[in-house]
């Protein structure tokens, strides 16, 4: 059976799986299954960024993927960039079956403010909902408070919910309809 | 809305476009990528791009600029963003001087690009509506839309085809309900004036004081309740026509503002002069009111080409 699956890439904050494992459970009618974390991706540190570059992780993410993974959402505290933007919260293959979240930028550390563990859930989970909608065909949604709304700058993310609007939600439900006859 | 408007991707390093692609994909764009400028110019000729990034340093064939330039050939409506890493005052300056949109320098913030993106898009939409809307406008308009046999009413359509290009003012004299305001329009959508703005003043509509805040606008301050500068009908007619209907009904001290306008053929606001052709209308032949209501020499400034 399909499953979602979830995965660790080098060290993250110890309940950050468990996190995201409960959200999804609640949007995404599959099985979901945490993985053993994957190691940071080779050649993926780009020494003069200071940043890693995230389509590295999702290669490796589609190369180690079970054949059973309907979806793989790989969860990293490292800070993820592409060439032409400075950093990302996270990236999906849009309609594909990878995605990768960032949780560099999502801890109050970053921004030089206490760290905050409720905040870090919070941020976690709206942006594994995010990416995970991309990997289902959803774009971005203009209703700032939906999951699938774009964030370019930390207080965009903790504008969102923990959940999609009415409308993303109902596209993701129509999708798993067709998609997996549900 | 989105999917109407395709985006180009052209950089010899394949990380770069799979992943800007990726990224512009994830809010609903079709986007394409190019490795190289020849692969750029065969996609842009197949498909209408609205934006293109284009890196500026490509290695072997053609450069940014020169891929610029070639896709500015087949599409000159597309916006070309030229992306560097390696910016210099130069490169800018003959990017934009050979007509880039935008120059940035990569890495970008994803705010910066998301807003760029979206701003050049909004554009392009007004663009787009204001084209359609200004094609119906003229297609309800042209000459043939008014539908006569009558011989005199020939004359009148062939008389404003003649006077449709020229900036002189035309008077068009006839009873109420004898499509007065229908010849105006003729008159400015057969002309080279077509895709600037028709105004429309109903004279007889407004009071002295209205009428002349309408007719040259306003500043801050001006008068109670000016809380903000607004713009005149003659600023809103640049370059187009400006219909006084009922031109006969107008006030004395109007008419010798109105005179100064019409001998100068311009007024004068903060840091602007404007120029509009004027199109007058009046129900009472004016042979008859002229005398009693309209100073000698605005009847001769308006009366430059008559129409009954």
Not at chain 1, 47 to 76: C, H, N
Not at chain 1, 118 to 128: D, I, N, Q, Y
Not at chain 2, 259 to 278: I, K, N
């Amino acid at each position: 059976m399909n499953e979602l699956c979830i995965v660790a890439i080098g060290s993250v904050p110890g309940n950050a799986l468990q996190w995201v494992e409960n959200a999804t459970s609640e949007w995404f009618p599959l099985p979901i299954r945490c993985l053993p974390s994957l190691p940071i991706p080779n050649g993926a540190y780009d020494a003069k960024r200071g940043q890693y570059q995230s389509v590295e992780f999702m290669k490796m993410l589609a190369r180690s993927a079970p054949p059973d993974a309907s979806r793989v959402l790989g969860i990293t505290d490292v800070d993820l960039a592409i060439p032409m933007l400075s950093f990302l919260f996270g990236q999906a293959q849009f309609d594909g079956p990878v995605a990768v979240v960032s949780l560099c930028r999502l801890h109050q550390q970053f921004y030089g403010l206490p760290e905050q563990e409720g905040l870090l859930r919070e941020r976690t989970v709206k942006e594994a909902l995010h990416e995970l909608g991309h990997t289902f065909g959803l774009v971005h949604c203009s209703q700032p408070t939906c999951a699938m709304s774009l964030a370019t700058h930390i207080e965009l993310v903790d504008a969102k919910a923990e959940h999609y609007c009415e409308r993303c939600g109902l596209k993701l439900v129509q999708r798993f309809a067709r998609e997996e006859g549900i | 809305m989105k999917k109407n408007w395709p985006i180009l991707v052209v950089d010899d390093e394949e990380v770069m476009c799979e992943s800007m692609a990726a990224w512009l994909r994830e809010d609903g764009y079709h986007v394409d990528t190019a490795p190289n400028g020849q692969k750029a110019l065969e996609l842009a000729r197949a498909a209408d791009y609205a934006i293109c990034f284009v890196d500026l340093k490509m290695p072997g064939g053609m450069d940014g600029i020169e891929t610029m330039m070639e896709i500015h050939r087949i599409r000159p409506e597309a916006s070309i963003i030229i992306i560097t890493a390696y910016a210099t005052v130069d490169t800018a300056i003959q990017a934009m001087k050979e007509g880039a949109q935008e120059y940035i320098v990569k890495p970008c913030n994803p705010q910066e690009i998301s807003m760029l993106v979206s701003r050049i898009l909004k554009l392009k939409k007004l663009q787009s509506e204001n084209a359609i809307l200004r094609k119906k406008l003229t297609r309800q308009y042209r000459h043939h839309d008014v539908i006569t046999k009558n011989p005199r009413m020939e004359e009148i359509l062939t008389l404003t085809q003649e006077v449709s290009s020229l900036r002189s003012t035309v008077l068009i004299r006839g009873e109420s309900g004898t499509g007065k305001e229908l010849i105006a329009r003729a008159v400015h959508f057969s002309g080279n004036r077509a895709d600037k703005p028709f105004i429309v003043v109903s004279c007889a509509a407004l009071t002295e004081t209205l009428l002349e805040s309408e007719l040259f606008g306003y500043e801050k301050g001006a008068f109670t309740g000016a809380t903000a500068q607004a713009k005149g009908k003659f600023e809103l007619a640049n370059g187009g026509t400006i219909f006084l209907d009922e031109i006969g009904d107008i006030s004395s001290k109007l008419q010798a503002d109105l005179l100064r306008v019409l001998q100068e053929r311009r007024f004068y606001r903060v840091g602007a002069t404007r120029r509009s052709r004027w199109m007058c209308a009046s129900s009472p032949p004016p042979t008859r009111i002229l005398p009693r209501k309209c100073r000698r020499e605005i009847s001769a400034k308006i009366c430059t080409i008559a129409s009954t």
